[in-house]
């Protein structure tokens, strides 16, 4: 299936893994926005699952600048922290946003439907 880069320093990647490996995905991590980008640029990836809160480079700065150097790159914001900057998540050029906790099959609905944009797109608002 998807190639999946999931860029968050919690220990609920481990529940991403776990939905989106058994979903057919392949998934690989960071735990910030910096390692995270840097990855994206070796190996681009068909997704990416981006949580707001983290440490060196957060969220929003991540989102901005991965979609103004890759503006096709598939991004989704999570967080159950930073629910406020969602919508401005989506204004740097994440397609849509989950906050946690959420269903696995909202998950993978959205992996689904981001897998499916092609070139320009709307956002989707939680």
Request: proline share 3%; charged share 25%.
């Amino acid at each position: 299936m998807a190639r999946i880069l999931v860029m968050d320093d919690e220990a609920a990647r481990l529940t991403l893994q776990e939905i989106l490996e058994e979903a057919g995905h392949t998934v690989a991590f960071a735990a910030n926005g910096e390692q995270g980008i840097a990855y994206y640029e070796q190996h681009p990836f068909d997704v990416v699952i981006v949580e707001l809160v983290m440490p060196v480079k957060n969220g929003l700065q991540t989102i901005r600048e991965l979609h103004s150097e890759y503006n096709d790159a598939k991004i989704i914001a999570v967080t159950a922290q930073d629910r406020e900057n969602l919508p401005l998540a989506e204004e740097y050029g994440a397609l849509g946003s989950l906050t946690k906790p959420f269903e696995s099959e909202r998950l993978l609905e959205m992996v689904e439907w981001a897998l499916g944009q092609t070139g320009a797109w709307d956002t989707v608002y939680e």
